[in-house]
């Protein structure tokens, strides 16, 4: 099993909602969260005062997958989310030792 924790903009979450479900992934957990990358933010002038946002809104994707979908679904994240500019997001790929379902007590793959 694979954990992706996908970071992209507001804006693209129902595509990506639309990935993951064409591909089968149960279950996904949605945080808004803030930060920023390679671009550093923004400024902003408001009444003459120049303004540095430095910290974006973004959103984080979580899902448990088996391995076989992990390259499918990189693919198709990074084909139909990318714009080719920067902010467009990052995922990270990490290995699930266990998973285990609390109200039946399956474990591994069964759990998720």
Same mark, same amino acid.
């Given at each position: !099993?694979?954990?992706?924790? =996908?970071?992209? #903009?507001? &804006? *693209?979450? &129902?595509?990506?909602?639309?990935?993951?479900?064409?591909?089968?992934? /149960?279950?996904? !957990?949605?945080? /808004? =969260? !803030?930060?920023? $990358?390679? %671009?550093?933010?923004?400024? %902003? =002038?408001? *009444?003459? @005062? &120049?303004? /540095?946002?430095?910290?974006?809104? #973004? @959103?984080?994707?979580?899902? @448990?997958?088996?391995?076989?979908?992990?390259?499918?679904?990189?693919d198709k994240v990074v084909k139909e989310i990318n714009t080719g500019n920067y902010g467009d997001g990052k995922i990270f790929v990490s290995t699930v030792e266990d998973a285990v379902r609390i109200r039946t $007590? &399956? *474990? $591994?793959?069964?759990?998720?």
């Amino acid at each position: !099993m694979k954990k992706l924790e =996908i970071i992209i #903009k507001p &804006e *693209r979450l &129902e595509d990506l909602k639309k990935i993951l479900e064409d591909c089968k992934a /149960n279950g996904l !957990m949605i945080t /808004n =969260i !803030m930060g920023y $990358g390679t %671009q550093k933010g923004y400024k %902003q =002038i408001y *009444r003459g @005062v &120049e303004y /540095n946002v430095n910290l974006l809104p #973004k @959103v984080k994707v979580e899902t @448990v997958i088996s391995e076989d979908l992990v390259d499918v679904i990189i693919d198709k994240v990074v084909k139909e989310i990318n714009t080719g500019n920067y902010g467009d997001g990052k995922i990270f790929v990490s290995t699930v030792e266990d998973a285990v379902r609390i109200r039946t $007590g &399956e *474990r $591994g793959s069964d759990a998720v």
